[in-house]
């Protein structure tokens, strides 16, 4: 078969004609094929031509000036021409001249040649859309007034479907500022008509596109959103796609059902407007049957949302949309007058809907008498749109539409020219409404008239922006506009001005329907996309960290109805703008949210508005904590009962709700996995588990775990509440630069924990009012209802025995030891250390970390022998004075030191130390069961002689450590067990030595020679004022040394030479005096000045029989205004406070 002759081929010829008319005919026949040739209809047409000769020929066109002789086609074709033959041109001069003149052309060009090449190019490569002047061009041919002559149907069907293209138009988009969504929203809506033209002409593979994922989860993505000036679009492509998929218009039919929302009916109805363009008479009668029906009587302002579906309608089927005009026009309701004024404002041809304009204007006049002077503004303005009058030039709206009108018929530079004259415009019309206040009842109609023109001309839609950036040279990235820019700020000052100051005036309906206007353009401007320059100095961040604190103070102010639902809206909005600017993590603005703000109705408002997903995640899981309705789902719930069998048949129904509702909320928070997310995530699953342990506790001796470990389930339960404090105070001062801690107030009130502890130690069941109080404490500066949950749980307590009564196995509670508490990052999967298998953690701090396990072979075995296994724990304390190299090998040389340690009641056994184990050396020790010092001395537990004998217990161990030669180095009241209940056992000896070890121990028992104060080697003084610091503790139920920070504290420890202030007062009561001289002899700064464990034991023995029978605690110091505090001068130090060798 001969094949047809190729016009194009005219091209090749140019090399080898003479004649200059022969040459030119070519040249014309071949630029006019390329121009006007179908795009993606058959092959390239410059493929029959070899690249030698498309080069000869595209030289010989330069060379004779015919590659600008283009005059004789179009300015879209012959653009089409010359990026044809650019690209089909090899590497070189040709290649990169040519290519200067399509950009040429692409950028002084209109919008008609914008989009014909746009679409050409759009076919080979995204990359030149990457451009800023080019991506504002993309936006202002979908932005053009309706009925323009630019057809951009093609562009944005290439745009959508193309993968690398989708990418940067849809799937970044959907959650990303308005301008950008609305885009989108648009490109789906042109891309769906492009779509059925194509399956009119038989090919049905766009639209099997368009309805496939990604891009059908998109469209329904940006059909749901909140937003009318994104929804709308998607839902019109949705009533266009219905006329080639039959189950779309099914769609629209179910969701015009009379039992769901507004939401839902307003979507369909536009969508069923849409359909006007497939079936005109068919459209028309259901939309007659709707605004007949129940639907439209349940929803009034139906009727004025559906004007928002005719724009497509009127390019296609012009009568049709006539027609249905007039159908609504006869309802006579003037925000159907308002929505129709919006609709001719952007309109092309001024003939289109005359008859129904004039009346929808008598319908505005006819009620002007009877509104309010801001409706009468409103409506005013409508009416001078509805009748045709926008040529006045103080118009910002007019203006813009002035300068589209210019970029679709004379090209880019005279659209600029008159986009400046709209910025100055716009800029006159902020000097108007800024020089007046907002609250000004008497001007508010003007002031809000003009602030609709702004809103309308440079916030709904980035028009006025994209006008400014077709000045801007080929290749330009910098996407800011400054005048533009200046008038946003001017905007967002204005506007957050006025709504901080909104409380301050008498509430009337005028004033609430001015800040209802002002929040909606507030709104808008909040979520603009953020420019960027090079010079970006965060004005954007500023505005929007702004408009969180003014909204959500706002919010939480419960404002009228009227202004409530918007304003829940703007916040939500600012909420998406600061996780999109990097302003705050979601998990902060959550828990801002939360503590300002607890009206339910607002917070489910504010997540459905968001359109970030980890916002709506995160606020969305809140509502549902929240939500009473969702308390009796808990009681189905199984999330709790496979992780912990067992534990369920134990709960109480209340307590149980309330920790599965703590456990649900965990679940929504840590959807983005930034860091504070996932911290906050894991700080209220902590706590959730925590509490359902607590629901599941048959007697409070369930909570208080009797080994010794840290499988305290109310110390879990304040642990995780003291880190959700603290996430909530650093949210508040990120967020709203609030400092909870410039007006917190702490009452000195025992913990729950320590309640609890001493109600199983003493039998004796807690005070109702003290345990009130401490349960009130510990949810303070949390947010409240998070606090009442707490609250509900622990209020078991009151009632809960003292011991499990009951002992059947049906009954049991999950086993301390069995809970999962948490391990440490370092550690592996595995959960091996050397030839232990970790079974839980059971404490850390003091520079080591401290584990139960049992031998690797008998990891299965319950009831197999355990041990107490120490790894060394780099510390900050630690980090002061040693390297983390230093440390570790410290670790190392002095571990074989604790060989030679005797056998010894008070002494945990030694087992064995391994310093190849991976991934860290280990101590392994006898693993006493029993309760802690630390936990007598916070649950207040001990007596005058309990104490005493346990202190005698420490420093008989020391007196049997120091004669071997060996010093512990982390003396304090955790590392004390009683063994039964009895015998005190001094444990962890992961410190310990035959040398002092600078930086090593715990800092509020540190001697001054281990902070590398004073100069020392034998570890065995450190110990002894280490003693003297838990002597003090038990004694008195008070750190000797306490502060808000470390500094403080290590300041503390050098402060004084034996006698510190709180023991300074215990030497004055009469009781403890001697006592306290004992104390201040252990405390000297000197080690040498401290007396031995020996020394110190005789002493103490000889102190015991006087000291058993006083009052008990210790003389607590005064906390009062007018208590003393006694300094003994250092000159006096060793009359009070013998040396060693006289002690």
């Known amino acids: 078969m001969r094949a047809r002759p190729n016009p194009v081929e005219a091209l090749a010829t140019l090399a080898r004609l003479s004649d200059e008319s022969e040459r030119r005919a070519s040249w014309r026949q071949a630029v006019a094929a390329l121009g006007y040739s179908t ?86 490569s995204g990359k030149p859309f990457e451009a800023a002047p080019l991506r504002a061009r993309v936006g202002l041919v979908f932005d053009l007034p309706i009925g323009c002559g630019v057809n951009a149907d093609p562009l944005a069907l290439t745009l959508v479907t193309r993968r690398e293209m989708r990418e940067r138009w849809l799937d970044r988009a959907r959650t990303g500022p308005l301008p950008v969504r609305r885009l989108a929203a648009k490109l789906l809506e042109h891309a769906a008509r492009e779509a059925v033209f194509r399956a009119q002409q038989g090919d049905l593979f766009p639209r099997d596109q368009l309805l496939s994922d990604p891009i059908r989860s998109i469209g329904e993505a940006l059909l749901h959103d909140r937003e009318p000036l994104v929804w709308r679009h998607a839902a019109v492509a949705r009533g266009i796609l219905s006329s080639i998929q039959p189950s779309l218009r099914e769609e629209i039919d179910v ?64 009568d049709a949309a006539e027609n249905f005009l007039d159908m609504l026009c006869a309802r006579r309701r003037a925000d159907v007058a308002e929505a129709a004024a919006a609709l001719f404002a952007d309109l092309s041809s001024p003939s289109f809907g005359q008859r129904a304009a004039k009346i929808l204007k008598q319908t505005l006049l006819q009620r002007k008498d009877s509104q309010s002077a801001v409706l009468r503004s409103v409506a005013e303005r409508a009416a001078r749109i509805l009748d045709r009058d926008q040529d006045d030039q103080s118009e910002v709206v007019a203006s813009v539409r ?30 108007f409404v800024a020089s007046h206040d907002a609250h000004d009842e008497q001007m508010l109609p003007y002031v809000l008239g003009a602030l609709s023109d702004l809103d309308a001309a440079a916030l709904e839609s980035p028009r006025l922006t994209d006008l400014m950036l077709l000045g801007r040279r080929p290749g330009d990235t910098d996407t800011s506009v400054p005048e533009v820019e200046r008038l946003h700020d001017r905007l967002g000052s204005f506007l957050l001005d006025a709504e901080t100051s909104v409380t301050e005036t008498a ?83 959550l828990l801002s949210l939360a503590a300002h703000v607890d009206g339910l109705s607002s917070l489910e408002a504010v997540a459905e508005a968001s359109t970030n997903p980890e916002v709506r995640s995160a606020v969305t899981g809140y509502v549902e904590f929240l939500n009473p309705a969702n308390a009796e789902a808990a009681d189905g719930g199984n999330e709790s009962h496979h992780f912990e069998l067992g534990m369920g048949l134990g709960l109480q129904s209340e307590a149980r709700k309330s920790a599965q509702r703590l456990l649900r909320l965990s679940r929504s928070l840590g959807a983005g996995g930034s860091y504070r997310g996932e911290a906050l995530r894991r700080v209220v699953q902590r706590l959730a588990r925590s509490l359902e342990s607590v629901s599941a506790a048959r007697g409070q001796s369930d909570l208080v775990d009797a080994s010794g470990g840290s499988a305290d389930v109310m110390s879990d339960v304040e642990i995780a509440v003291d880190g959700l404090r603290r996430l909530t105070q650093g949210a508040l001062r990120r967020v709203l630069d609030v400092d909870p801690m410039a007006i917190a107030v702490t009452a000195d009130v025992p913990s729950v924990a320590a309640l609890v502890e001493r109600t199983v130690r003493s039998k004796v069941p807690p005070n109702a009012a003290q345990l009130q109080m401490a349960v009130t404490e510990l949810t303070a500066d949390i947010p409240q209802p998070i606090g009442a949950a707490i609250a509900k749980v622990l209020s078991r307590l009151e009632t809960l025995p003292v011991t499990v009564i009951t002992t059947t196995e049906a009954a049991q509670p999950i086993p301390l030891e069995r809970r999962r508490s948490p391990l440490p990052d370092w550690l592996l999967p595995r959960r091996t250390i050397g030839a232990f298998y970790v079974v839980r953690s059971l404490g850390s701090g003091g520079a080591s970390s401290v584990f139960m396990a049992r031998r690797m072979e008998e990891r299965n075995n319950a009831k197999a022998e355990g041990f107490a296994l120490k790894v060394p724990d ?44 991976r991934p860290k050396p280990i101590l392994v020790m006898e693993l006493i069961r029993g309760a802690g010092l630390d936990r007598l001395i916070r649950s207040r537990s001990l007596t005058a002689p309990s104490a005493l004998k346990y202190l005698d217990g420490i420093l008989a161990a020391l007196e049997a450590m120091h004669g071997a030669g060996v010093g512990h180095l982390d003396i304090k009241p955790s590392n004390v067990i009683l063994r039964d209940g009895e015998t005190p056992v001094l444990v962890d000896f992961g410190l310990s030595g035959r040398q002092l070890r600078p930086g090593c121990g715990t800092l509020e028992y540190c001697a001054p020679e281990v902070l590398g104060l004073v100069e020392a080697k034998s570890p065995q003084p450190a110990d002894m004022y280490a003693f003297a610091c838990t002597a003090f503790e038990a004694l008195t139920f008070e750190l000797l040394f306490d502060a808000e920070d470390e500094t403080s504290i290590l300041a503390a420890h050098v402060a004084h030479d034996g006698w510190p202030d709180k023991l300074a007062r215990l030497a004055h009561i009469a009781d403890s005096a001697e006592l306290a001289r004992l104390l201040a002899a252990c405390l000297r700064r000197e080690p040498k000045n401290r007396p031995t464990a020996s020394q110190a034991r005789r002493a103490l023995r000889d102190l015991t029989p006087k000291l058993s029978s006083v009052s008990f605690p210790l003389g607590a110091p005064s906390s009062s205004p007018g208590s003393s505090t006694v300094a003994v001068p250092s000159a006096g130090i060793e009359q009070v406070a013998p040396r060693a060798e006289s002690a």
């Open 39 to 124: 795009q993606g209809a058959g092959p390239p047409p410059l493929d029959g031509i070899t690249p030698e000769v498309l080069t000869r020929a595209a030289r010989v066109a330069l060379e004779t000036g015919l590659v600008d002789d283009l005059e004789f086609v179009a300015p879209g074709p012959a653009a089409v021409a010359l990026y044809e033959m650019s690209a089909a041109l090899p590497l070189g001069r040709e290649r990169r001249e040519l290519g200067r003149r399509v950009f040429a052309r692409l950028y002084e060009g209109t919008a008609a040649t914008f989009a014909t090449v746009a679409a050409r190019m759009a076919l080979s």
């Open 402 to 431: 002035r300068a589209l009108l210019a970029y679709e018929s004379k090209g880019a530079r005279a659209a600029t020219d008159l986009a400046i004259q709209a910025v100055q415009t716009a800029h006159r019309a902020m000097d």
């Open 507 to 589: 509430p009337s309906p005028a004033l609430a329907l001015g800040e209802q206007r002002r929040l909606k353009a507030l709104l808008h401007l909040i979520d603009l996309e953020a420019a960027r320059s090079v010079d970006d100095e965060g004005g954007v961040r500023k505005r929007v960290r702004r408009a969180v604190g003014v909204m959500m103070r706002r919010v939480s102010q419960d404002p009228e109805p009227v202004v409530h639902r918007i304003a829940c809206a703007t916040l939500a909005r600012s909420f998406d703008a600061a996780v999109r600017e990097g302003v705050s993590d979601p998990s902060d603005l």
């Open 255 to 318: 969701a015009l059902d009379p039992n769901l929302s507004p939401t839902e009916w307003r979507r369909a109805g536009v969508s069923l407007v849409a359909t006007l363009l497939s079936e005109p008479e068919g459209s028309l009668r259901a939309l007659k049957q709707l605004l007949d029906g129940p639907v439209s009587v349940a929803d009034p302002g139906l009727a004025a949302s559906l004007v928002m579906g005719l724009p497509r309608v009127v390019e296609a089927e012009p």
């Open 874 to 917: 780099y510390d900050p304390t630690t980090a002061r004075s040693l390297s983390e190299q230093e440390f570790l090998q410290l670790f190392r040389e002095e571990a074989g030191a604790l060989l030679g340690l005797p056998q010894h009641e008070n002494l945990a056994r030694f087992v064995t130390f391994d310093l190849a184990a």
